[in-house]
């Protein structure tokens, strides 16, 4: 089943609905007909998703429903055995992987559920690696990695390195990481399912609002209904298909 498409927008969406932000315009990335498999295993039959500007999208589903395959394959970290990939109107299945490697690094930001900082580095390095990366040179990168510590709550602790972080800022660290380059779509994949419920309830708010305060896009694979509730909608993976979840 394919996920239904959006109803026509008429007004502001009410709060609780299925569909809270009105999406208009194209889609700026766009799934259909996914089929991935792991050898003789099909994970994805016919997976579709559309990602909308600045909307954020929960993807729930059973453990092994194939949630994370689906989020390589929109962002380009895996290429499905079928089925299209289109990020603006291009698709991205069929580049290479070196084109796919720098859409990753220049226009999705990436948060998991562990931040995987660099140990040597400082937070603020680390924050600015991408940046560097992407060819800015040192001092700025850091600059700009630093201007992105005090709306994550992570004010003074740009010196410090990650070994003496705790897990809440560390993850933090982690997504001002997957903003620092401005990217149009945030995929993170359980960010908070290595956090105790209070910092992970922490760590989403500033996900959610740093994300949507940049314009950025937001695709979230959770287990967790209260993350889902508060996205715009969700999107049912289940044996490898999706549809739209209906909310009550
Ligand atoms: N590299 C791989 N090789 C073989 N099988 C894999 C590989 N990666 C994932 N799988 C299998 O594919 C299925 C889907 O995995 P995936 O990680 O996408 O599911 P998921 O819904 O994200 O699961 P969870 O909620 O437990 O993280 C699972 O049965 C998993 O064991």
């Known amino acids: 089943m394919r996920e239904s498409s959006p109803p026509p927008s008429s007004g502001r969406p009410q709060r609780g609905a299925p569909d809270r932000k009105a999406r208009s315009g194209s889609p700026v990335l766009t799934a259909a007909g996914l089929v991935k498999r792991y050898g003789d295993t099909t994970v994805l039959h016919d997976a579709a998703l559309d990602v909308h500007g600045g909307e954020t999208v929960a993807v729930m589903g059973p453990s092994g ?99 003496a972080l705790s897990g809440g800022q560390a993850q933090r660290v982690g997504i001002a990481r997957a903003l620092a380059t401005e990217p149009a779509v945030v995929f993170a994949d359980e960010p908070t399912g290595a956090l105790d419920t209070e910092t992970g309830d922490e760590v989403m708010s500033l996900l959610l609002a740093s994300a949507v305060e940049r314009g950025a896009a937001l695709v979230v694979v959770t287990h967790d209904e209260r993350i889902a509730r508060r996205c715009d909608r969700t999107v049912a993976v289940a044996d490898g298909r999706t549809s739209a979840l209906e909310r009550s």
Do not use: W
Request: aromatic share 8%.
């Open 65 to 163: 429903s194939g949630k994370s395959t689906l989020l390589y394959c929109l962002s380009g970290v895996m290429t499905p055995d079928a089925g299209t990939v289109t990020y603006r109107g291009e698709r991205v299945d069929t580049r290479s992987d070196g084109r796919r490697a720098e859409l990753r690094r220049t226009e999705f930001g990436f948060v998991f559920q562990f931040p995987g900082l660099l140990p040597e580095l400082s937070a603020a390095e680390n924050v600015a690696l991408p940046l560097m990366l992407a060819g800015t040179d040192r001092r700025t990168a850091i600059t700009r990695a630093s201007t992105l510590f005090p709306a994550l709550g992570l004010d003074g602790l740009e010196r410090r390195r990650p070994g």
